[in-house]
């Protein structure tokens, strides 16, 4: 008799260690998920690096999120997304070395845009552009 309850447990404590493991591991996944989409957009750069901007090369291609009314730094100018119109990406930009206060409003085309420009000499592609935010690849060297 002793010997039945004895084995009635095994189940129980396999089914409970295996879903503390998966639900620990369930937990770790998203936090690290979060962790990283934290640094993509925390501070004000806004800036995730690509695997091959990590890499070393000399041309570095940065995936960028913009966030709608959120200025972002790129070196030599600052950019403020400020949503899309009639097909346009509509954008403010700041040129640090003229007038860091002023913005140039800049209307570019989708088409355009995606197969890429040029905006105080920092070059951009389009992925994809909505209502809240818009997501780039920064072109950069050095």
Do not use: C, Q
Not at 82 to 105: A, C, F, H, M, S
């Amino acid at each position: 008799m002793n010997d039945e309850r004895n084995h009635k447990w095994l189940p129980v404590v396999f089914f409970m260690l295996t879903g503390v493991v998966i639900g620990v591991s369930i937990y770790l996944i998203a936090a690290s998920a979060m962790e990283s989409e934290a640094r993509a957009h925390g501070g004000n750069s806004g800036v995730a690096v690509s695997p091959s901007a990590a890499a070393g090369d000399v041309t570095k291609r940065v995936r960028v999120v913009l966030r709608k009314d959120v200025r972002t730094s790129f070196g030599k100018v600052d950019v403020v997304y400020r949503g899309t119109e009639k097909d346009n990406l509509k954008l403010d930009v700041y040129i640090l070395e003229l007038d860091p206060d002023y913005p140039y409003r800049r209307e570019i085309d989708h088409r355009m845009a995606r197969d890429g420009f040029r905006i105080g000499g920092v070059r951009f592609e389009l992925i994809s552009a909505g209502r809240s935010k818009a997501k780039l690849v920064w072109t950069r060297s050095g």
